[in-house]
């Protein structure tokens, strides 16, 4: 684990934090301003939907110094649920120092302590290199799909 950082599980009174977060981490790899309202509905309504979502943060000297979002997807091929990580945020003078990494680690042994669990996935933007470095250091791998999406 990174030195002095602890992860938990976010709870409700860090949805300020993990907002601002979505927002900076939306800013900076789509260049895409997001609108505040709804972002703050969003990361509330995780906390009330914890069997479809949840947060993890990571803390270094009382501060939250980065955060990601666990969602599953259902496959019935595995009779088992994917955990998607996905709003993965560090500050980003806490970058380069292990922050996710040890989230990482932390949801790899969630997942394998949870029985429903078959598997980690996520996604990553095209030319974010270094998110994908990061990715492939701690052993995933690109599968072999392309993801379509059609926003309604």
């Not at 993990?18 to 609108?35: H, I, S, V, W």
């Not at 979502?53 to 997807?73: N, Q, W």
């Not at 996935?121 to 990061?134: K, M």
Request: glycine share 4%.
């Amino acid at each position: 684990m990174a030195p002095n950082v602890s992860i938990r599980r976010a709870a409700r009174h860090d949805a300020e934090t993990l907002a601002c977060f979505n927002e900076a981490m939306a800013r900076e790899t789509e260049d895409k301003p997001l609108d505040p309202d709804t972002v703050r509905a969003g990361v509330r309504a995780v906390f009330d939907r914890p069997e479809q979502a949840f947060y993890l943060v990571a803390e270094r000297d009382d501060a939250i110094v980065g955060s990601l979002m666990i969602t599953t997807e259902w496959s019935d091929w595995r009779n088992a649920d994917f955990w998607w990580i996905q709003s993965v945020y560090v500050r980003p003078r806490a970058r380069r120092t292990g922050v996710y990494t040890a989230l990482h680690r932390d949801v790899r042994r969630r997942a394998r302590e949870a029985e429903e669990v078959c598997g980690l996935r996520l996604y990553v933007e095209r030319d974010n290199a270094a998110a994908q470095a990061a990715y492939e250091e701690l052993g995933m791998a690109e599968p072999p799909y392309r993801m379509y999406e059609e926003m309604l």
